[in-house]
């Protein structure tokens, strides 16, 4: 049920934010985890098409998610390697004295909205630009 109570927090959120901004329908939401972070995004798109359908603003709002990639920093040597390879050992120098320095988080990364109500002239949060995700491999 992790995924479930991840989609009600999405959903209740943006729709704050949507309030907030006079915005009458989300197209879509960008969401963001963690290697680590445990979350199964097949459950996650099943839980957003059936849990939005019970909110207008929501009807028809793609959910889009991408990857963190996890690293870990390395006490002893102090560098960084990718977690999911190499796990809680140094392929550096052995050692398990290490941490997760990142992957095991969850953000909304962006929001798209169709329309603003008239007579806001605020910043459209989620203009249809995205952003250059492209990876630094
Ligand atoms: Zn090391």
Redesign the pocket.
Known sequence: MHELGLVNYVVKQVGKIAEENQVKRITSVTLEFGEVSGIVTSYLYDYWKWYTKKFPMFDGAELRCETIPAITW?D??K?TYPTVKYGKT?P??G?GNTWLQQGNEMNIKQIEVEDLEEGGSDDKSGNADPEGTAGAD
Do not use: F, I, K
Request: net charge negative; charged share 10%.
């Open positions: 390395c002893d040597c560098q140094c550096h120098c050692s």
